[in-house]
C-alpha cells in the first residue's frame, strides 16, 4: 500500500490560493489519487480524485506530475468555512484497504 | 444527492456488552467499508465487503468484530463484546456505482457516523 505524506498543518487567509502537496513515492500502477476533507465530529467528505495530469471540479483542482509521486490539491480563494483536515489518499480499484494518513490541518484565518 | 445513512449517531454502552451499529450505503454501490476514528487520531480502516463477503480486514478487525449485508439495503457493524478501547467514532463508506461507460466509480462516500462510547 502506497504510503502517503503530507505536512502536518498549515495556515492560509481568507481569499488565498491553498496548495497542499502529498508526496507518495510507491504509488502503484493502478492507484488512484482522492482527497478527503473532515471538519470535527464529521465524516470524511470526497474532495477530488485523480490519475494523472490535471483534474479540476467546483471545488478544487489536483495537479499531478507525470511520474505520479506527488499531488497538489489546489483550493481556490479559501475562507473561514475550509478550515478543516485534509487527507492524501492512494488506493486501488474495488473494495480494498484504504489508508489514512494523518492529514493536513489547514486553518484558515480572516 | 443520494447519501449514506448511520444510526444511531450515539451510542452509549457498558464494557461487555454486544453493539450493532447500522449504515445504510448509496444505493447502486457496490463495496461497503467500514472505519474507526479514536478522539483526536486518524481515520482507521476495519475492512471492506464485496458481493457478501469480506475483501479486506484490518489488524483491528479480529474476532470481536464482524459484518453483515443482511437484507440488501442495511450494512452492519457488530462488536459482540465491548472494550473500552472500542470508544470511538464509527464511520461507513460505500463506492463502486457503475458509471455509464461501465467503470466502476472508487470514490468512497462516507456517512456522519456513530459515536460509540464504551464505560
Known amino acids: 500500500l502506497a504510503k502517503t505524506t503530507q505536512p502536518i498543518s498549515m495556515d492560509s487567509y481568507e481569499g488565498q490560493e491553498v496548495n497542499i502537496t502529498c508526496s507518495h513515492n510507491?504509488?502503484?500502477?493502478?492507484?488512484?489519487i482522492t482527497w478527503y476533507q473532515q471538519f470535527p465530529s464529521q465524516g470524511p467528505r470526497f474532495i477530488i480524485q485523480g490519475y494523472k495530469t490535471k483534474v479540476t471540479n467546483e471545488v478544487a483542482s489536483l495537479f499531478i506530475p507525470a511520474d505520479r509521486k506527488s499531488s497538489t490539491l489546489s483550493l481556490p480563494r479559501v475562507s473561514l468555512s475550509d478550515t478543516a483536515v485534509y487527507y492524501c489518499l492512494v488506493a486501488p480499484t474495488g473494495g480494498f484497504k484504504t489508508i489514512f494518513g494523518a492529514g493536513t490541518r489547514l486553518f484558515v484565518k480572516a | 444527492e443520494p447519501e449514506v445513512t448511520q444510526t444511531p449517531s450515539h451510542q452509549v454502552t457498558q464494557m461487555g456488552q454486544e453493539v450493532i451499529l447500522r449504515c445504510v450505503p448509496i444505493?447502486?454501490?457496490?463495496?461497503f467499508y467500514w472505519y474507526r476514528q479514536i478522539l483526536g487520531q486518524k481515520v482507521e480502516f476495519l475492512v471492506s465487503?464485496?458481493?457478501?463477503?469480506?475483501?479486506?480486514k484490518s489488524e483491528i478487525f479480529d474476532d470481536q468484530f464482524s459484518v453483515e449485508r443482511p437484507d440488501g439495503s442495511n450494512f452492519t457493524l457488530k462488536i459482540r463484546s465491548t472494550k473500552l478501547e472500542d470508544s470511538a467514532m464509527y464511520f461507513c463508506?460505500?463506492?463502486?456505482?457503475?458509471?455509464?461507460?461501465?467503470?466502476?466509480?472508487?470514490?468512497?462516500?462516507f456517512g456522519p457516523g456513530t459515536r460509540l462510547l464504551v464505560l
Open positions: 510507491n504509488i502503484a500502477t493502478n492507484d488512484y
Open positions: 444505493s447502486n454501490h457496490l463495496y
Open positions: 463508506a460505500s463506492s463502486g456505482r457503475t458509471n455509464p461507460s461501465g467503470r466502476a466509480e472508487e470514490t468512497q462516500y
Open positions: 465487503f464485496y458481493n457478501n463477503e469480506i475483501s479486506e
